[in-house]
C-alpha cells in the first residue's frame, strides 16, 4: 500500500499526540503541533512523500511545532503551571507524587523519556527527532532516571 | 517495547486522544493554499569584510564610548559590555519596525515563512514578531563553521538608501536579545547572524555569538516592590523634574511588560534641534539615574531602558536600547552629535523626514463605581497612568486597606516648570500624609504617607503570624503561632504532627508578598475569585485531583479574610499566580528545614 498523508495520520497521530501530552504535561498543546506537523506534511507532500522515513520528518517537525507553542505568548501562563487537563475519568492512574516529580523534569528529560519510552523510538531516532546526539539522549534518559528512582520504587 | 519501571510509568500517563473530525479539519486548512513565500536568494558577497569592519567598528565604540544616561548606569554597575553603536545621517523613521512606532506592540500582520529546517527557530521569529520587528526570513547562519548552530535572521528595512536606520539599529539588539532568551529557553542556539533587506538586496550585517544569559533574579521573587504604573509615574516626575531647565522634555513615558517578564522602561524625548542636543547631551544621565535609583530604592526591576530622542520637527537624534539585564547597550546617533561621549567630527544634519510617534494604550479598565461617581481599584491592573482609577487601593498605616485620592497622591498640579521646581524644593525629604476611604470615597478609615521611601514601603512583620494548608487535599498544614507542622502522609496514614519553626527571615519575605499581593488586588479584603480564564482564550483547565490552599493570617493591626481556594482551574489570573507561587515558597521553606526532613515519607498518592 503507497504511504499517504492520510495513512501516516491514522498509524501515528494517536501515539504522537499521547507522548507529546506527557512530556509538555498539555494533551491540547501537543494536539496542536502534531496537527500543524500534519499540516506541513500535507502541503509539502510532493517532496516529503520522496523520504525514507517521512514519519521521522514528522515527529521531528511536531517537536518543534511543540517547542514553538510552548513559547508562545497565549500559551505562556498556562505552560508555566504545567497544565493537565484530561478530565477525572481518563485521569492518569501514576500516584500524584510521581507524576508531579516527572513534570519537574527539564523539559528535554521529559521529552526524550516520552519519545523513547512512549514511541519506543530508538536511541538515535530520538537524536534525530531532537536535533541533538545519541549520547545526549542518553545523557537526558539517564537523569530522568537518577532523579525518578526513589519514586520508581515505592510506586513499584 | 521497553519494560523497565520508567516505561511503564510513563505509558500509564498518556491521555485518551481523539481524532475524531481532525483528518479532514487538516485537509481543509491544507486545501486552503500553501502559506510559503518565494525566498530570496540574492548572492551576498563582501561578507567576511563587512563582519571585520563591524567588528572593528564595535571595538573602538567599547572603548571610546561613555554613554549617556544609560551607560552611565551600566558602567556604575561595572559590567558594561557589548556596546554598539551606528552612526549615520540619513534616517527613514519608517524602516525596520514595520510602519508601526516603537510602542506598537504586536498585531504587525507580519508574516514570515520559516523553512522546515529552522523550524526549531521559530520561538526566535515569534519574539521579534511579537515586537514589531519586521522579519523577512530566516536563512543559514554564515560562519556556522566559526560560531556553531545558529540561523541569520534577515531583517527588513525601508531605507531608500544602504545606510543604516535608527530602527535598524535597535533592531539588532532585538534579535541578539530574543536569541539569548530562546538559549534560556532550552534551543540550541549558540550565535545569531543578522542581515538586512534595503532596497531589494540582502546585506549581511553581523553574526553575535550568544554568550551571554540574563541573571535569574530578574525573574524570582521578591516581585516588584513597584506596580508597572506605580514604577512609570515615578520614573515620568523625577525625570521631568531633572530636565526641567534643560532643553530636552520628556513627552512620553510607559512601562510594560515583555512576555519574558521583563520590565521595560520606554522614553520619548524631544529636543529642539541636533545643535541644541549637541550642547546638552549630558542631560541625559539623568534617564539612568532614575531607574538606576528606582531599581535600587524599590526594587523597580526594570531591565531594559529604551529611549527614542527626536527633534521637535520629528528627525530623529538619538535612539537608544540599554539593556541591564545582558549588560550591553545599543544606540544609533545622528551625525550632528559629538560632544560628551560622542567625539566625532561635527557634520551638519541633513534628515528631513519626519516622523511622528503614535502612543499605543491597551483600552481602558472596566473599574466599579461608587455613589459618587469615582471609580475605584488597584492601580496594578492599570494599562496605564490616564487609566487610573479615581480611589487607587492602599494599605493605611494603621493596617487597614482601602483607597486613596489618586489626585492626593499626585499632589498639586504645578502650573508651570518653575512652579514644579519650587513645589519639588519645598516637599524634598519631606512626608505628605493622605486620607484612606472606604470605596465609598467617603469613609476616612485611615492615614496614607507619601514621600521618600514611605509610600510604598511595606509595614513591619512584627505581629504576623499565620496558618496555612496545602496538598492534594490541603492536608499539610503550618500554624506559625503554634509553632506546629502537619504533614499528609497519604489518605492510609494519619497525618504526624511536629514542631517546626521558619526563620525570621523566611516569615519576612513571606509577610512581604503577601502584603504586597494585598496592595496589588486587596485579595484578602475584598476577596479572592479568581478567573479562570483571564486571557479569554476560550480554554480553561480542569485538574483532578487538585491543589487546595488555605491561608489565614495577620500582622500589626491587620486581620486578613480567610482564604479557601481549589485549584481545580489552574487558573493564570495574575492573583492565582502570585498566591499559588506563595504556597510554592513556604512549601519549599517548610521542606529545607531538619523538622520536616526527620518526618516520614508520604506513603501513598491520591487519585
Not at chain 2, 105 to 121: A, C, K, L, R
Not at chain 2, 230 to 247: C, G
Not at chain 2, 487 to 494: N, R, S
Request: proline share 7%.
Amino acid at each position: 500500500m503507497p504511504v499517504t498523508p492520510e495513512l501516516l495520520f491514522h498509524r501515528h497521530y494517536r501515539d504522537l499526540v499521547g507522548a507529546l501530552a506527557v512530556a509538555a504535561g498539555s494533551r491540547e498543546l501537543a494536539a496542536d503541533a502534531v496537527q500543524d506537523a500534519f499540516l506541513e506534511l500535507c502541503r509539502r507532500w510532493d517532496r516529503i512523500a520522496n523520504y525514507d522515513k517521512p514519519e521521522a520528518w514528522l515527529m521531528r517537525v511536531a517537536v518543534n511545532k511543540l517547542r514553538s507553542e510552548q513559547r508562545s505568548l497565549r500559551r505562556r501562563a498556562a505552560l508555566l503551571l504545567r497544565v493537565k487537563e484530561w478530565p477525572e475519568e481518563s485521569a492518569p492512574v501514576v500516584p500524584l507524587a510521581v507524576s508531579e516529580a516527572f513534570r519537574r523534569l527539564p523539559a528535554r528529560q521529559r521529552l526524550a523519556c516520552s519519545l523513547f519510552y512512549i514511541l519506543d523510538l530508538s536511541l538515535e531516532e530520538v537524536a534525530e527527532t531532537m536535533g541533538i546526539s545519541s549520547g545526549a539522549v542518553g545523557s537526558h534518559l539517564n537523569r530522568a532516571r537518577t532523579a525518578l528512582r526513589p519514586l520508581l520504587k515505592e510506586w513499584s | 517495547m521497553k519494560q523497565d519501571e520508567l516505561g511503564r510509568l510513563l505509558r500509564q500517563m498518556v491521555p485518551p486522544v481523539d481524532e475524531t473530525g481532525v483528518w479532514p479539519s487538516i485537509q481543509d486548512r491544507a486545501g486552503s493554499g500553501p502559506r510559503r513565500q518565494g525566498r530570496l536568494l540574492f548572492p551576498v558577497d563582501r561578507r567576511r569584510l563587512a563582519c571585520g569592519l563591524v567588528y572593528v567598528a564595535v571595538g573602538m565604540v567599547v572603548i571610546v564610548a561613555l554613554g549617556f544616561g544609560v551607560n552611565a548606569l551600566l558602567e556604575h554597575l561595572g559590567k558594561n559590555e557589548h556596546i554598539l553603536v551606528i552612526t549615520d545621517s540619513v534616517a527613514d523613521p519608517d524602516s525596520a519596525l514595520t510602519g508601526s512606532s516603537v510602542f506598537q506592540p504586536s498585531e504587525t500582520g507580519i508574516t514570515v515563512s520559516i523553512p522546515p529546517e529552522f523550524s526549531q527557530f521559530g520561538g526566535l521569529v515569534e519574539r521579534l514578531v511579537a515586537q514589531g520587528v519586521a522579519v523577512a526570513e530566516l536563512r543559514e547562519m554564515p560562519y556556522a563553521q566559526d560560531y556553531g548552530t545558529g540561523v541569520e535572521v534577515v531583517l527588513r528595512s525601508q531605507a531608500s538608501d544602504q545606510k543604516a536606520t535608527p530602527e535598524d539599529a535597535l533592531a539588532v539588539h532585538l534579535v541578539f536579545r530574543a536569541a539569548v532568551l530562546e538559549k534560556m529557553a532550552g534551543t540550541d542556539i549558540e550565535a545569531v547572524g543578522v542581515a538586512f533587506l534595503r532596497s531589494g538586496k540582502i546585506e549581511f550585517y553581523s553574526v553575535v555569538p550568544i554568550d551571554k544569559a540574563i541573571d535569574p533574579s530578574w525573574y524570582i521573587t521578591p516581585a516588584p516592590g513597584l506596580s508597572l504604573q506605580q514604577a512609570a509615574k515615578r520614573a515620568e516626575a523625577n525625570i521631568s523634574a531633572r530636565l526641567v531647565s534643560s532643553p530636552f522634555r520628556l513627552t512620553q513615558l510607559e512601562v510594560t511588560q515583555d512576555p519574558d517578564g521583563t520590565r521595560v522602561l520606554r522614553a520619548e524625548l524631544d529636543v529642539a534641534a541636533v545643535s541644541t542636543a549637541n550642547q546638552a547631551i549630558d542631560d541625559l544621565d539623568t534617564i539612568g539615574e532614575v531607574v538606576g535609583a528606582l531599581n535600587q530604592d524599590y526594587q523597580a526591576k526594570i531591565g531594559v531602558i529604551r529611549t527614542e530622542i527626536n527633534t521637535t520637527g520629528g528627525e530623529p537624534v538619538l535612539w537608544s536600547i540599554g539593556d541591564l539585564q545582558l549588560k550591553s547597550s545599543t544606540w544609533w546617533q545622528d551625525e550632528g552629535i559629538t560632544e560628551g561621549a560622542y567625539p566625532r567630527p561635527a557634520i551638519p544634519s541633513t534628515p528631513d523626514q519626519s516622523t511622528s510617534t503614535t502612543v499605543v494604550h491597551s483600552g481602558a479598565t472596566d473599574w466599579p463605581v461608587n455613589a459618587q461617581g469615582q471609580t475605584y481599584g488597584s492601580s496594578a491592573e492599570a494599562t496605564s497612568a490616564p487609566d487610573e482609577p479615581d480611589l487607587v487601593l492602599a494599605q493605611a498605616t494603621n493596617g487597614r486597606v482601602g483607597y486613596v485620592l489618586a489626585t492626593d497622591l499626585e499632589g498639586p498640579m504645578p502650573a508651570s516648570p518653575e512652579e514644579a521646581l519650587a513645589w519639588q524644593a519645598a516637599s524634598a525629604g519631606k512626608t505628605r500624609v493622605i486620607p484612606v476611604y472606604l470605596a465609598d470615597g467617603v469613609t476616612i478609615i485611615g492615614e496614607f504617607q507619601v514621600g521618600p521611601g514611605t509610600a510604598f514601603q511595606i509595614p513591619p512583620a512584627s505581629g504576623f503570624r499565620f496558618v496555612a494548608a496545602y496538598g492534594a487535599q490541603g492536608q499539610n498544614t503550618i500554624d506559625t503561632g503554634k509553632g506546629t507542622f502537619t504533614k499528609d502522609l497519604g489518605p492510609q496514614e494519619d497525618p504526624v504532627i511536629t514542631e517546626l519553626a521558619l526563620s525570621p527571615e523566611a516569615l519576612e519575605l513571606l509577610y512581604r508578598e503577601l502584603v504586597l499581593m494585598e496592595n496589588r488586588w486587596g485579595i484578602f479584603t475584598a476577596g479572592f475569585d479568581p478567573d479562570p480564564d483571564p486571557s479569554n482564550t476560550g480554554t480553561t483547565a480542569e485538574l483532578t485531583p487538585c491543589r487546595t490552599y488555605a491561608l489565614q493570617w495577620s500582622g500589626e493591626g491587620f486581620d486578613a479574610q480567610p482564604i479557601l481556594w481549589k485549584d481545580s482551574a489552574l487558573s493564570a489570573d495574575p492573583a492565582a499566580v502570585a498566591l499559588r507561587n506563595w504556597f510554592d515558597t513556604l512549601r519549599m521553606m517548610i521542606e529545607a528545614t531538619p523538622e520536616w526532613r526527620a518526618l516520614p515519607p508520604m506513603t501513598g498518592g491520591y487519585q
